[in-house]
């Protein structure tokens, strides 16, 4: 492996990734495997095995997500202070491991114990290894968006094996083996990293700070010990808040104006293109807060959708409309972020690759197009309510392109906008949104439920599509309205495209 590599030479790599992209890649690979696995596993283990309500249970689940995302903006703002961004992604990844380990033992017993290990773990991981992602580029690279659509289909490849894997074999043979699995994978993920980290050169070391005369001086092990301790302190509260679901609540009511204050105090210590692009940036999670909002609906009521409303033909073949909702996404991610990456590397060549905003825009209108598909289905249904799975999973097809244009796009912009001792804090910012989302979904989701346990299916459609229709009317709103403040936000950008 080769050593002390500069920066400016990753950063000139030739063709169109760098080779340190694929480390990542693989590395994110497998921690998603084993994130997805776990989430895959949740909600059914809490109903067959800790024996808790279908509501119960989705609540649960909805806190876990949101906790999980919530904790990337710890991560975030540890790694640019204090440890780095690889000591906390191998940190993360140790707390991974173990979680994981701990409910491979016995899942029913430690099963909040190990979610707790599994939160924190996420949060110095995930935002971490995105992050590093950016700084294989120079900051006026237009290859940056292609390389993170291709980390994206990684992220993908890992939800699509780790969402089936687990499950199957936590059903089929036996839980302790799934969560074990998790554990394995983790670790495969971890080595990988500690393997390649050193073709990294200076990305993602610890960060130094400025002594009284200005001087760059390292920061205390004492403090870095800290924080690993305090991560392993805060387990039993986490432990409490998720297993009490209202805590939930009071916590996202805290967390989100907690983060804004902290980032207005560092914007403080900025110039005033610094404030600007952060000032962007933070506009740009706002609208993703929407985003997944709508999205995340996939893990909430379309999955309901998917099991009262459909039926079983996908293009003519019997198929698990659950499985459909489940998996085509990451499907279509795998086999479209790269040929996306490559149609915005020629595009930009011929210089005629849209700006960013313009990519949040079309993301937006495309999820206004899935959800009016969404709605649509309700013209292809018989007479008992059930309607085309074909027309569910085009509208699959139509949200992939808008996540497509959001989500990749989104990580790759938060390393552009932000300064260089914010980029792990915005990056879990934008991470943080996510955890809004989710929680949002949720709500949006036990709205359009409210037609009660005991409707027909012909009136669960209607509820539901009338949900997707108001979906599409807001999605296009967001989307034009981004559209329009374009000017203003390109302004804010500065030379950021
Ligand atoms: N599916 C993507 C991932 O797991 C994006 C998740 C998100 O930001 N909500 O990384």
């Known amino acids: 492996?080769?050593?002390?590599?500069?920066?400016?030479?990753?950063?000139?790599?030739?063709?169109?990734?760098?080779?340190?992209?694929?480390?990542?890649?693989?590395?994110?690979?497998?921690?998603?495997?084993?994130?997805?696995?776990?989430?895959?596993?949740?909600?059914?283990?809490?109903?067959?095995?800790?024996?808790?309500?279908?509501?119960?249970?989705?609540?649960?689940?909805?806190?876990?997500?949101?906790?999980?995302?919530?904790?990337?903006?710890?991560?975030?703002?540890?790694?640019?202070?204090?440890?780095?961004?690889?000591?906390?992604?191998?940190?993360?990844?140790?707390?991974?491991?173990?979680?994981?380990?701990?409910?491979?033992?016995?899942?029913?017993?430690?099963?909040?114990?190990?979610?707790?290990?599994?939160?924190?773990?996420?949060?110095?991981?995930?935002?971490?290894?995105?992050?590093?992602?950016?700084?294989?580029?120079?900051?006026?690279?237009?290859?940056?968006?292609?390389?993170?659509?291709?980390?994206?289909?990684?992220?993908?490849?890992?939800?699509?094996?780790?969402?089936?894997?687990?499950?199957?074999?936590?059903?089929?043979?036996?839980?302790?083996?799934?969560?074990?699995?998790?554990?394995?994978?983790?670790?495969?993920?971890?080595?990988?990293?500690?393997?390649?980290?050193?073709?990294?050169?200076?990305?993602?070391?610890?960060?130094?700070?400025?002594?009284?005369?200005?001087?760059?001086?390292?920061?205390?092990?004492?403090?870095?010990?800290?924080?690993?301790?305090?991560?392993?302190?805060?387990?039993?509260?986490?432990?409490?808040?998720?297993?009490?679901?209202?805590?939930?609540?009071?916590?996202m009511y805290l967390i989100g104006p907690a983060t804004l204050i902290y980032l207005f105090y560092e914007m403080s210590k900025c110039n005033k293109e610094e404030k600007k692009k952060l000032f962007a940036a933070l506009i740009f999670i706002v609208f993703s807060i929407i985003f997944w909002a709508f999205f995340e609906q996939s893990g909430g009521s379309l999955s309901l959708f998917a099991a009262n409303n459909l039926n079983d033909k996908l293009l003519g073949v019997t198929a698990d409309p659950n499985g459909v909702n489940n998996a085509s996404n990451s499907l279509f991610v795998i086999i479209f972020a790269p040929i996306l990456g490559i149609i915005w590397i020629a595009m930009s060549k011929k210089k005629i690759e849209p700006n960013t905003l313009i990519k949040f825009g079309l993301g937006f209108i495309f999820l206004a197009i899935a959800f009016y598909v969404f709605y649509a289905t309700r013209f292809f249904a018989d007479k008992n309510g059930v309607t085309s799975l074909d027309m569910f999973t085009l509208a699959y097809f139509i949200i992939t392109f808008g996540e497509l244009c959001l989500s990749p796009i989104g990580l790759s912009i938060m390393t552009k906008l932000s300064t260089k001792n914010l980029q792990g804090v915005m990056m879990g910012m934008w991470f943080l949104a996510s955890a809004y989302g989710q929680y949002a979904a949720g709500i949006l989701g036990a709205g359009m439920a409210s037609t009660g346990e005991h409707a027909t299916k012909s009136e669960k459609?209607?509820?539901?599509?009338?949900?997707?229709?108001?979906?599409?009317?807001?999605?296009?709103?967001?989307?034009?309205?981004?559209?329009?403040?374009?000017?203003?936000?390109?302004?804010?950008?500065?030379?950021?495209k």
């Open 1 to 251: 492996m080769e050593k002390n590599l500069s920066l400016e030479e990753i950063q000139s790599f030739k063709g169109k990734f760098p080779k340190q992209l694929w480390y990542l890649f693989f590395s994110e690979m497998w921690e998603r495997f084993c994130f997805y696995g776990m989430r895959g596993m949740l909600t059914y283990f809490m109903v067959h095995h800790l024996m808790m309500s279908e509501t119960v249970a989705n609540l649960q689940y909805g806190a876990t997500q949101a906790f999980v995302y919530a904790f990337t903006f710890v991560g975030g703002l540890f790694a640019d202070k204090l440890l780095g961004f690889r000591k906390s992604l191998f940190w993360g990844g140790l707390l991974m491991i173990t979680g994981s380990c701990i409910l491979a033992v016995d899942p029913k017993e430690f099963f909040f114990i190990g979610i707790s290990f599994t939160i924190i773990g996420t949060g110095f991981f995930k935002p971490n290894i995105s992050t590093m992602v950016g700084s294989l580029y120079k900051s006026d690279d237009n290859r940056r968006d292609a390389g993170f659509s291709l980390f994206y289909s990684g992220i993908n490849i890992g939800a699509l094996l780790g969402g089936y894997a687990c499950i199957y074999l936590g059903k089929n043979y036996s839980w302790n083996l799934a969560f074990g699995l998790a554990a394995i994978v983790m670790a495969i993920s971890l080595i990988t990293f500690v393997f390649t980290q050193n073709s990294l050169g200076p990305i993602g070391l610890t960060p130094t700070k400025k002594d009284k005369n200005g001087n760059e001086i390292e920061i205390k092990k004492t403090n870095q010990y800290l924080v690993y301790l305090g991560s392993l302190l805060v387990i039993p509260i986490i432990m409490t808040l998720v297993s009490k679901t209202e805590y939930t609540d009071y916590f």
């Open 461 to 496: 459609l209607i509820t539901y599509t009338d949900g997707y229709y108001h979906l599409a009317i807001y999605a296009l709103i967001a989307g034009i309205i981004i559209i329009s403040l374009s000017p203003f936000i390109k302004k804010l950008m500065g030379n950021v």
